[in-house]
């Protein structure tokens, strides 16, 4: 598994395990947890993204009853949080509608409930979960400097954001943000030319990548006909299946992305790393990308 350099300090795997749907499961004991972390490290998958609103606000702590069960885990990986999505439920449950919160008390007090939670000493990475039309960009980059200076975060970065979001928010604080998780995928690929790639790639910002796989759709059998033919014929050139062959072309984008998969069949987590078996040539990308369009390229 390779990794990406995230800082001078820090890198991820270059897949990375997705953690949305932890409190979700039907088991969420620390011992089918404890398996999901331990079948990701097999494979060299180090990277577990969570946030605070995943599972009902209650996803980092099911995280954390696993940490401080098997704390030798705590070494093993990065974890990466979010926080700002103020939703009814959970410690939230009083709140009136949703919204975002990017000011300074409620950053601060985040970072405290996902370390506590988690069981852990230090986030590596906190991301801005969402664009906040409210965000005081003085306040919320001066909280994320913040968060850095006291060295309960390593890194900052942002989720979701649009160029001018990110400029706006960078242009007040002194410590860079590191990334930006944006939807890609073959069944969301207008960031391939709408900017938001190419501004992250200029910069070599790597980019984590949301539902990589479509929301589910690019394996399910539904949707864009076309393209699942052509995914299957890759993915049997390759003995892989056709999830593999997705996250694959991802891959094979010089920008280095990085899909964050979120799956809670420890089966399926066993097979994460099948996409690295696949030879995705230019052609193939393209032929990929054609039938993901709909129609070939200008």
């Known amino acids: 598994m390779n990794r990406i350099d995230i800082s001078a300090d820090l890198s991820f795997s270059r897949i990375i395990y997705g953690m949305w749907r932890l409190g979700d499961d039907s ?15 097999a494979q060299g998958i180090t990277t577990m993204d969570q946030a605070d609103i995943y599972g009902g606000y209650e996803a980092e702590e099911v995280l954390g009853n696993t940490l401080k069960a098997a704390p030798a885990l705590k070494d093993q990986i990065e974890i990466v949080t979010k926080c700002d ?26 970072v405290d409930h996902s370390l506590r939670l988690m069981n852990i000493d230090k986030i590596d990475t906190l991301l801005i979960h969402r664009p906040d039309p409210m965000m005081d960009h003085h306040e919320t980059g001066a909280a994320l400097d913040e968060v850095v200076a ?9 989720s979701n954001f649009k160029l001018h979001d990110w400029t706006l928010l960078q242009s007040a604080m002194k410590t860079p943000l590191i ?3 944006i939807e890609v995928s073959l069944a969301a690929h207008q960031g391939f030319t709408n900017g938001d790639v190419a501004y992250l790639q200029e910069r070599n910002i790597p980019i984590m990548a949301w539902s990589p796989l479509g929301g589910g759709s690019l394996v399910s059998g539904q949707g864009n006909a076309e ?24 891959l094979a984008h010089p ?11 420890v089966n399926r987590i066993k097979a994460l790393s099948d996409a690295l078996k696949v030879n995705m040539s230019r052609e193939m990308w393209f032929e990929l990308y054609t039938a993901a369009r709909g129609t070939e390229v200008p």
Do not use: F
Not at 227 to 250: C, E, P, Q
Not at 255 to 265: C, D, F, Q, R
């Open 255 to 265: 920008a280095n992305i990085m899909p964050v998969m979120g799956t809670n069949n």
């Open 179 to 181: 990334t930006n998780q």
């Open 227 to 250: 393209l699942r033919t052509v995914m299957t014929n890759v993915a049997r050139k390759n003995d892989v299946d056709i999830g593999a062959v997705a996250v694959a072309w991802l």
């Open 27 to 41: 088991d969420t004991s620390v011992a089918h947890v404890q398996a999901k972390i331990e079948a990701c490290l």
């Open 85 to 110: 999505i103020v939703a009814p439920a959970g410690r939230y449950s009083d709140a009136r509608v949703k919204y975002y919160d990017t000011s300074r008390a409620h950053i601060l007090a985040s």
């Open 150 to 158: 006291s060295g309960k975060v390593r890194t900052v970065g942002v």
